[in-house]
């Protein structure tokens, strides 16, 4: 709904998947009174209004970054109170007057393609785009939109598949008060459901109160992050806002090592397991992934693999079920016991190694460098033979970890 200046209602919206119709409430002004229904193009601008009969009303076309191009339909009608249309370029309310695009936390001028006042986040050094506080989104209109005047969501027809995942956030608002402050449609409501409550719960245990979002009015990912002291990085590459850790290792930089099935809850995982047991300087990260390269062949085999020989485990004292699994293999029936008491997970005692591998494969390797003091070791200037020989227990490949080392130095800096 919304009032006039004699603060009466003079216009009531539907919505659906997204906004449908407007119809006019001046019982002054019958001619008003039937609704006009919303077309729209791959941003989601509106391109047409449409009357109940199918024909076209008003027209409205937009340049790259949003500027009304001549000859569009006026987006208010000489102010007179009659039906009228104030959304415009990506849906959001356009101001004729001051020809001005409101995107809640900041105004922008599609004249300029610059926003109005700068970004309260200074950007990310490995996005040099990103620093550019006043333009919009990194001057890429064409595949972006930002609907807050905060961040940056990608588009993919009308979807929005990445560039706004609040990947472990699932604690951070009411799902339903989300998608209606950023004006989702079903599909982007999907994604972004299934975002919140299906991923990490890192910081499950703090309490995100619903009453301090409400009161954000519309959502900033940024300030809230800010406000709460929760650490917010970008990965480029994967179009991805990570909140609630800093990101150590970018799917990027696992791809350039020739890691396999890199995916986005792989990367997660990894920084999430990095951040807990905090495995969090370079060199600790470089022995960790480079150790973890060799034990799995570079992420192929999450299991202890018996290459054909169906007789293998039954002559291994640790069997089938308690075989190796994980980034850092876990092994023996009292290891798989004690991790499952750690986790408060019985499954990971009853159901052995495959369970493990699917659910738990960095969780177990952080969980086994944490128990084995490998901090410490590489705080102490350990070589990657002195790193071997605590997570092999002997030498085995240590040439290629030596290989995988150097190699990891060269990528993660």
Request: charged share 25%.
């Amino acid at each position: 709904m919304t009032y006039n200046e004699e603060g009466k209602f003079d216009a009531a919206y539907t919505y659906g998947l997204e906004r449908i119709e407007v119809e006019a409430l001046d019982e002054t002004r019958p001619e008003s009174q039937d609704p006009l229904y919303y077309l729209y193009d791959g941003l989601g601008s509106v391109t047409f209004m449409v009357k109940p009969d199918g024909n076209k009303r008003d027209h409205y076309r937009y340049d790259e970054f949003g500027k009304p191009a001549p000859g569009n339909s006026k987006l208010s009608e000489d102010g007179r109170n009659v039906l009228h249309n104030t959304f415009g370029y990506t849906g959001e309310i356009w101001d004729q007057e001051s020809e001005l695009l409101y995107l809640r936390a900041r105004y922008y001028e599609p004249e300029t393609g610059r926003f109005l006042s700068r970004d309260n986040y200074w950007g990310n050094l490995q996005n040099p785009l990103s620093r550019h506080l006043y333009a919009y989104v990194e001057n890429n209109s064409v595949n972006y939109v930002d609907p807050t005047g905060n961040t940056r969501l990608f588009i993919n027809g009308r979807e929005i598949t990445s560039g706004f995942s609040v990947l472990g956030g699932h604690s951070i608002a009411d799902p339903q008060l989300l998608a209606s402050n950023f004006n989702l449609n079903a599909v982007q409501q999907r994604d972004i459901f299934g975002l919140l409550t299906n991923k990490w719960d890192i910081y499950r245990n703090v309490q995100y109160k619903k009453e301090y979002v409400s009161a954000l009015g519309q959502i900033s990912i940024r300030q809230f992050a800010n406000d709460w002291g929760i650490s917010l990085s970008y990965s480029k590459f994967e179009n991805i806002i990570y909140l609630g850790t800093q990101l150590h290792v970018t799917a990027e930089q696992l791809k350039q090592l020739g890691w396999h099935n890199v995916n986005e809850d792989m990367v997660w995982d990894l920084n999430k397991t990095l951040e807990k047991y905090d495995i969090t300087t370079t060199d600790r990260i470089r022995h960790f992934i480079s150790q973890c390269m060799q034990e799995t062949n570079n992420g192929l085999w999450l299991t202890e693999e018996d290459f054909g020989d169906e007789t293998y485990f039954d002559r291994q004292p640790y069997g089938r079920k308690y075989r190796g699994a994980g980034y850092i293999h876990l092994t023996w029936e009292y290891n798989y016991e004690a991790f499952a008491n750690y986790m408060q997970d019985q499954r990971i005692l009853t159901e052995g190694a495959d369970y493990v591998a699917q659910n738990y494969a960095w969780e177990v390797a952080g969980y086994w460098w944490k128990n084995n003091n490998m901090n410490a070791l590489i705080d102490s200037g350990a070589s990657v033979r002195q790193v071997t020989k605590k997570v092999n227990g002997g030498y085995g490949g240590i040439e290629n970890r030596e290989y995988y080392y150097s190699l990891c130095c060269d990528i993660i800096g």
